[in-house]
């Protein structure tokens, strides 16, 4: 069996300090250090004290507050609707076929377009003719943008491009399952897409490339990391999921690996 020859992550920390969310839904981690939690040991172990144990520490460990769109994570098509366009019921995290989540990768490079950007059907094409792939069915495509040279600070949750209905429906429509954007969501930052609403009040311009999976059911990752450092092609992603029962979305530890 050949093992990888390299692994990168693509993946980011969940942490309390970079503000990668609104307020609104980010993550809280309390972290018990070993020493605070000698008393509880000492419930399971009557007449235990701190002397008694290894640098005078119990275990270690967190109590952490999440949503399931934290970190890095894989959406369910259930995130988008709970309904396909046929009625049928959309898929939750937990239903998600394994074998979409470890495929070749391909990775679209887009931080050369502005802040808020749609991409359209035609610069994907432009962009996989440019690194010379064709599509296959299971490809996982990620996009990288400008959002992650801003991770850390205050323009994160405002720059990179989004992935339009147009866009994704291209993606899909060709076998595409799994697909993944260093930006904070798939479709542009919402402080760009109010602006469109703001002026034409047309309800299409607001999350049109999740709601395209409403007509071909697909998975995206978002808040990724490092995809500067990855090729056109060449590598395979490993995306599983956390299996959360009924969600909308799990955790995921995403790398890319390279077998050269």
């Known amino acids: 069996m050949q093992l990888p020859t390299r692994i990168v992550d693509i993946s980011m920390h969940l942490e309390n300090e970079i503000v990668t969310d609104p307020d609104i839904m980010r993550p809280k981690i309390n972290y018990e250090r070993g020493e605070e939690n000698v008393p509880m040991l000492a419930n399971f172990f009557e007449g235990v004290t701190k002397d008694d144990l290894p640098g005078g520490e119990a275990w270690t460990w967190e109590r952490i507050e999440l949503t399931t769109h934290n970190g890095t994570h894989l959406d369910a098509p259930r995130h988008f609707n709970s309904k396909d366009v046929d009625?049928?019921?959309m898929m939750t995290i937990d239903n998600v076929p394994l074998d979409w989540c470890f495929r070749p990768g391909v990775k679209l490079d887009f931080r050369g377009l502005p802040?808020?950007?749609v991409v359209t059907a035609d610069e994907v094409e432009?962009?996989?003719?440019?690194?010379?792939?064709?599509?296959?069915?299971?490809d996982i495509v990620l996009v990288n943008t400008r959002a992650s040279e801003c991770y850390g600070t205050d323009e994160y949750l405002t720059s990179g491009i989004g992935m339009g209905r147009e866009a994704t429906l291209y993606l899909t429509s060709r076998g595409v399952?799994?697909?993944?954007?260093?930006?904070?969501?798939w479709d542009a930052p919402f402080s760009h897409t109010v602006k469109k609403w703001n002026e034409t009040k047309d309800p299409s311009v607001i999350w049109e490339g999740h709601y395209s999976g409403r007509d071909i059911p697909y998975c995206h990752m978002e808040k990724m990391l490092h995809l500067d450092e990855l090729p056109g092609t060449g590598f395979m992603v490993a995306c599983f999921p956390c299996k959360i029962k009924d969600a909308s979305a799990g955790w995921t530890?995403?790398?890319?690996?390279?077998?050269d």
């Open 177 to 185: 399952r799994v697909t993944g954007i260093d930006a904070w969501g």
């Open 87 to 89: 009625g049928n019921d």
């Open 126 to 138: 432009a962009e996989l003719e440019r690194i010379g792939h064709d599509l296959k069915p299971l």
């Open 253 to 259: 530890r995403a790398v890319a690996l390279f077998f």
């Open 115 to 117: 802040d808020g950007h």
